[in-house]
């Protein structure tokens, strides 16, 4: 058996019940096999394939609170710090009913890579927590964040583990952690990332991974003869990224025609409508029922359905695992001609190698959604200067960097002799900047 089959066998048998962090691994350690077979001696010799897909660190913690009628409730807190071999870690925090070690696990895996995509020095993290901060007052949310906090505290700091939103965490959820870790630990330091204009965040933070998709999925078409101007887009989700890449897909000259969230999705031929989206969702914190309520044109769907609609290129920017095989089936039948992933893994793996095999150009998302990590970097860098950049001094240092990924993965992929696989380009170029870094380091 070769050494990526081994170490996948391995981490299957090691972390049972984890399957989104089995699909991560095999997927990113399948795209390696040219560059590990090329150093397959010094790889095994150096346990490097095991000692990436075992976290430096996993820290799980119980977060009580009490809600608005006098109720203690309990959820459990999550970081796994996965590797710093490029700088300290780096990545989001979840809060979704649906968060549990495996997928926290899955997240900061891809994290490594994603991160060192950029080009800049951050390493591979992720946390987060079951609670959901839908339909909770803003005193609840405090609460809650206050007592993960409590807990998180001793094992984040500027120069240590530097988290950010994710689901469920946005602007109020920073807000409140980094006001329990400045009264805390008593010293102002950029800590976390995504924090509010006046107190350290960076312009165009908010914009950053919906904007970078855009740009990246641009630098692709252009690289494949194509224009993103006058294309139709399918995306998913109504969240932050989902919202950014419709307002920058529009400013393209493109038309986002869908958008989603879990209950049900929007069809709206006239082209979404980003100002009353953005109303419903970020304002009011609503439904889309809501959306379609309000615009005639829009078509409002129970359930799931936003890949069957006719388009030239899709992005899914909702969760994981949201577009499988059919809805890939769904998507050549109807002429789509590329496929950047918003989200973190939100193709199958039979839907990717079905798109890949059909001729889609396929970004992956640790390259496509990669903007938001490389905007909190910046953040760091500002927090550190102590300055803020201007929006079109971080707007402009953006998409060099997405499109730096782009034609980094594609050089990968050529040089290994895969051409066009974006997946496979994305991995080995994310890998070999850190495999080296850890090589150097020693075994530690
Ligand atoms: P938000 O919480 O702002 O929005 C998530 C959207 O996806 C909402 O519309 C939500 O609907 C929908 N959604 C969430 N879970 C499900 C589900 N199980 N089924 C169907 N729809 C669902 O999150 P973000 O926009 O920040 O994140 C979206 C994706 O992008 C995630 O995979 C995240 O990890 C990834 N990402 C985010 C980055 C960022 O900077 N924000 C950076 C890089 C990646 P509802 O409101 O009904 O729950």
């Known amino acids: 058996m070769g050494y990526v089959d081994e170490v996948i066998e391995r981490v299957i048998a090691k972390n049972p019940g984890e399957p989104e962090f089995h699909q991560a691994v095999k997927e990113v350690l399948e795209s390696l096999r040219p560059v590990v077979e090329a150093n397959e001696a010094l790889y095994r010799r150096e346990a490097l394939?095991?000692?990436?897909t075992e976290p430096d660190r996993q820290i799980k913690f119980r977060v009580p609170w009490v809600d608005d009628k006098g109720q203690v409730q309990v959820n459990t807190g999550y970081r796994v710090q996965f590797n710093n071999?490029?700088?300290p870690y780096k990545g989001g925090l979840r809060l979704h009913p649906s968060v549990n070690i495996g997928i926290i696990k899955f997240l900061g895996f891809e994290q490594i890579f994603k991160n060192s995509l950029t080009s800049l020095p951050i390493g591979g993290g992720k946390g987060g927590s079951d609670f959901d901060p839908k339909g909770k007052s803003d005193r609840e949310v405090m609460a809650f964040c206050q007592s993960f906090i409590n807990e998180l505290y001793k094992y984040i700091g500027a120069d240590e583990d530097v988290p950010a939103g994710d689901i469920g965490t946005g602007a109020r959820e920073i807000g409140y952690m980094f006001g329990q870790y400045k009264k805390i630990r008593g010293v102002y330091e950029g800590v976390l990332t995504?924090?509010?204009l006046s107190y350290g965040g960076s312009l165009a933070r908010t914009e950053a991974t919906g904007y970078g998709?855009?740009?990246?999925t641009e630098e692709m078409l252009k690289c494949n003869g194509l224009d993103i101007a006058g294309k139709t887009i399918a995306v998913s989700g109504a969240g932050n990224v989902?919202?950014?890449?419709?307002?920058k897909a529009q400013q393209l000259g493109a038309k986002p025609v869908t958008c989603s969230d879990s209950t049900g999705w929007i069809y709206d031929p006239?082209?979404?409508?980003?100002a009353l989206l953005k109303e419903v969702k970020e304002v009011k914190r609503a439904r889309l029922t809501e959306y379609a309520a309000a615009r005639k044109s829009a078509q409002y769907h129970e359930g799931r359905g936003v890949w069957t609609v006719k388009c030239d290129i899709a992005l899914p920017c909702a969760t994981q695992n949201e577009l499988d095989l059919d809805d890939a089936k769904a998507l050549v039948a109807n002429g789509c001609l590329a496929v950047a992933e918003g989200a973190n893994m939100p193709t199958t793996l039979e839907a990717t190698k079905y798109l890949q095999e059909n001729k889609i150009?396929?970004?992956p998302g640790k390259a496509a959604n990669a903007g938001g990590v490389a905007t909190s970097a910046l953040e760091m860098s500002q927090n550190s200067e102590r300055l803020s950049w201007s929006f079109e001094e971080v707007d402009s240092k953006l998409k060099d960097i997405m499109v730096n990924i782009f034609h980094n993965m594609d050089a990968a992929a050529k040089k290994y002799g895969h051409e066009g696989d974006?997946?496979?380009?994305?991995?080995?170029?994310?890998?070999e900047k850190v495999a080296t870094a850890m090589i150097a380091q020693g075994v530690c």
């Open 49 to 52: 394939l095991e000692r990436i």
């Open 85 to 87: 071999a490029i700088g």
């Open 194 to 196: 995504g924090k509010g």
């Open 213 to 216: 998709l855009l740009y990246l």
């Open 242 to 247: 989902a919202i950014y890449a419709i307002q």
């Open 270 to 274: 006239e082209g979404i409508d980003v």
């Open 361 to 363: 150009l396929f970004a």
């Open 422 to 431: 974006y997946v496979v380009g994305a991995n080995i170029a994310g890998f």
